[in-house]
């Protein structure tokens, strides 16, 4: 076998072993990401992640931010500083029902049809059912 294929086999299959390796690792962090979900957090029941109102008062700070909108719960903390309105339109709703606010751009109209396409890539879960945004 000349040595220009001997190279190139070599090549070849350092290669695929290290797509193997990062494929791995992948799949590895993956599972550690997964595992560090605190379960208490977000309750699954039949795919839809059901959340509590006392779950959703932890999460009451501009650095761990979730709100209800129309009974179902966003995580907003990324969002903060995007919001074209600024920060400070939605920290005084983190860990709270945020619907009128919302839905009335805090009495300036409603949303864009884009606003609530933007929100549904933070949906969390929805509010459990026998839980009232009134109990606020």
């Not at 590895?28 to 959340?51: F, H, K």
């Not at 600024?86 to 005084?92: A, S």
Request: net charge negative; aromatic share 8%.
């Amino acid at each position: 076998m000349k040595l220009e294929n001997k190279i190139g086999l070599l090549g070849v299959l350092l290669l695929i072993l290290l797509i193997g390796f990062y494929v791995w690792e992948y799949r590895r962090e993956s599972q550690d990401l997964e595992a560090e979900l605190s379960p208490e957090l977000i309750q699954a029941t039949d795919e839809i992640n059901l959340i509590d109102l006392p779950t959703l008062a932890k999460h009451n700070q501009a650095n761990d931010c979730w709100v209800i909108i129309e009974n179902q719960v966003y995580e907003v903390t990324n969002y903060l500083d995007q919001h074209p309105g600024g920060r400070d339109k939605i920290i005084p709703f983190c860990g709270k029902d945020a619907n009128e606010a919302f839905n009335t751009q805090g009495g300036q109209g409603e949303h864009s049809d884009a606003a609530w396409e933007q929100l549904q890539n933070l949906y969390v879960g929805e509010l459990l059912a026998d839980t009232s945004a009134e109990a606020f």
